[in-house]
């Protein structure tokens, strides 16, 4: 995602090939930096992410509550059809993993503390 916010890639990459994926977009997309959670295994990643052939800045944002906000605007991006649309939207699950989600939000919350401070 560039300052714009336009949203320039986004998928759910196996842990494996994490590296080789960033490389790839690295090559496409002018990359200043990665913004990633700063909870789960945070420390690991960052010390992976030194090992790219050009390494990038790494940003921890606050991620609590990630998952729940990236299930409602799973929902807002493809609203419920059929008899799922009776289902309150706290018992419905996406059907497909939101990780991509997660991290559009994480960009977000990075470049809104960049407009307010």
Known sequence: ????????HRAVVAAG???TTIEQLQQ????????MGDQTSAKDWKTQLTQLSQPLRVV???ERYSSLEARDRYWQMYPPAGWQRLLP?????????????????????????LTEG
């Open 17 to 19: 090939a994490v590296l």
């Open 1 to 8: 995602m560039g300052l714009d916010r336009v949203l320039m």
């Open 89 to 113: 939207q706290g018992f419905r699950q996406p059907t497909v993993p939101i990780d991509d989600i997660v991290a559009m939000l994480l960009i977000e919350r990075y470049l809104n503390r």
């Open 28 to 35: 496409q997309y002018p990359i200043s930096l990665i913004v």
């Open 60 to 62: 921890l944002i606050d």
